[in-house]
């Protein structure tokens, strides 16, 4: 197996961990569910559920990789970029739709799959780069860092409308409305 069709099989594992990450706080509903899985509809909620598919999937890669000998560079660097660059690739693509339109599963669906598949180009690209060990150690720390401040705007939304659940009507984990 190469990187290519690798990469290729993380986008459709990607995929479907980002359906199966949408219902884990549904099914186990804790602060450390809540960490990775969205609490809420909220437009906010379901970046990180992009994020942490991108996470999950690249702790997949990463055995993968290993195991079938397959030669790469960068890994938590392309892991990190990967994982942060799925967000502002969907946001683009989606917002200017959803205050347009509305909410559309299909929309959702379709934006989700393009946000997938750029990222991990991104991400080939970048273990195909020239290594470097140092932004492969920070990048480690920059997906802690991310996870932090995921949680903490989970508990600490900022009133804005991509933070607004309008399936509940209520903004982060908290049971407060408006």
Do not use: R
Not at 82 to 92: D, G, R, T, V, Y
Not at 132 to 148: D, E, F, G, H, T
Not at 149 to 158: E, K, Q, R
């Amino acid at each position: 197996m190469n990187l290519k069709k690798i990469k290729i099989i993380s986008s459709i594992g990607i995929f479907i961990l980002a359906f199966i990450i949408h219902f884990v706080y549904e099914l186990i509903p804790c602060c450390i569910t809540a960490i990775f899985a969205p609490v809420n509809e909220s437009i906010w909620e379901h970046q990180k559920l992009l994020f942490t598919s991108v996470i999950f999937e690249g702790i997949i890669d990463y055995i993968i990789l290993n195991k079938s000998n397959v030669k790469y560079n960068n890994f938590f660097t392309s892991l990190f970029i990967s994982a942060i660059s799925i967000i502002p690739i969907f946001l683009i693509l989606y917002l200017p739709l959803y205050f347009k339109i509305g909410p559309k599963m299909y929309l959702n669906i379709g934006i989700m799959t393009i946000s997938i598949i750029i990222s991990q180009i991104i991400s080939y690209f970048i273990l195909k780069s020239k290594n470097s060990c140092l932004a492969n150690k920070i990048s480690i720390i920059l997906i802690i860092v991310c996870y932090i401040i995921l949680g903490y705007l989970t508990y600490n939304p900022i009133k804005n409308k991509i933070f607004f659940d309008t399936k509940d009507e209520k903004y982060g984990i908290n049971n407060y409305n408006i």
